[in-house]
């Protein structure tokens, strides 16, 4: 059970190393990007530098998986989205039921994991819960002690399929658990065999969900972030920390401590924060001028606004889209909704005429949290934990693959800042 998945890639592994190996072998030297001093000191941004094919991202374009836009992928299940992030193909029915038993079979949360929940201060953020969880349960890397009992390299990518296959079926239950222990709402949810991952996920947070619109959003927001391409914070850090053949356990968890800054995956939190505040604010349904005026406001005083920019995109990101179809669909009337679409008319005016962003165009953030909140995941410190359990797929998706192609130790060269004024002069 669960693994046809594992099969199909020990199946075309070898020819992706074959493929890599020649095209190293005969084009090796050729140049394909070059360094500024603008990249230099720009956090080596459009600095093309690492191979990843789980997914792109163009910056008219958006996120775009194996050669699909993420738009025509919105009707799909998470599981579908991991498996072509993996093999490049949607699986058939009797692949994906393989791999959903195969996660089922294996969602058991060890009692270590909820005893060191436990112990830490009650009110310790709710991504500090996830992070430690998932780090305290490589205890059971397959990787680690494939490695130790000398596993030869060709075969190591197995044993991070293993570990991966582990932490994505045990995230949702920890996750959940995470929710109901940080907000007060009572004891641990089991999972439900008969649902498929996000909807479990979405059941065991406990929320009520009479007509299933929650687990709908769940399985939406699932497959929106499931991956980014290879650059950003998170599948960078993951990638960097899996290349020195760490497993799974402390790679996530590390590229999981990126997504958790205000820049990266903690923005959906900072975005609602920011709508319910100026809902709060006027005590009312703010009219377009209040909108504008409060957003000028913020930037004025050398504040960003959430939700708005992105350092690929030059377009309003498809996720986004997304999200606003759900909305207008599912929630058209809901006030913080309302409030999304009067910021989507305004804001991006607004950044043009400052001047600064390069991307004036809301980013998947911007819209995430309103549905959330309406189907009653009120509390938006958690929002980020939602956005993680959702990447893990493609961090995962890039682990497996990594060590399938034998990625070497990453290793970029730093240059003193003497240096660089020598290159000036010279
Ligand atoms: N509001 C105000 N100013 C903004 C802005 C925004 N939403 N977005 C960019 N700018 C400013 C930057 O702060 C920068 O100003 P300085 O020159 O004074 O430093 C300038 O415009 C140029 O920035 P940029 O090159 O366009 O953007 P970066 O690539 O440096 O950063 C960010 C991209 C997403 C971090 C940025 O747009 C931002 O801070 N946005 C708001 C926070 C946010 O929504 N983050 C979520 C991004 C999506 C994501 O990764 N999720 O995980």
New binding site residues.
Partial sequence: MGNLLKNKLASILPALREEAKSIVKEHGKKNISEVTIDQLY??M?GVKGLVCDTSEVGLDTGLVIRGIPILELTDKLPEEIFYLLLTGELPDAEALKDLQDGLKSRAQLPQYVIDMLNALPADTHPMVMLNTGILAMEYDSEFRKAYNTGAAKANLWEFMYEDCLNIIARVPVLAAYIYRKRFNKGDMIQPDKNLDWAANYAKMLGIQDDNGKLADLMRLYMVLHAD?EGG???AFTTYTVGSALSDAYYSISAGLNG?AG???????Q??LAFIVKMRNDFGHSPTDDEVRDYCQK??DS???????????LRVT?PRFTAFLEFGNSCIPDDEIFKIVKQLFEI?PDI?IK?G?????WP????GSGSMLYHYGLVEYEYYTVL?SVSRILGLSAQLILARGMNASIVRPKSVTTNWVKKQIVS
Avoid: M, T, W
Wanted: charged letters at 20%.
């Fill in positions: 720009g956090g941004r980014h950003n914070v998170s997504l205000p820049l990266h995956g903690l923005a959906n900072e975005c913020l930037l050398g504040r960003v606004i959430p939700g708005y920019g992105h350092a690929v990101d804001v950044l400052q600064k962003a390069k991307d004036p980013n998947v953030d911007a956005f």
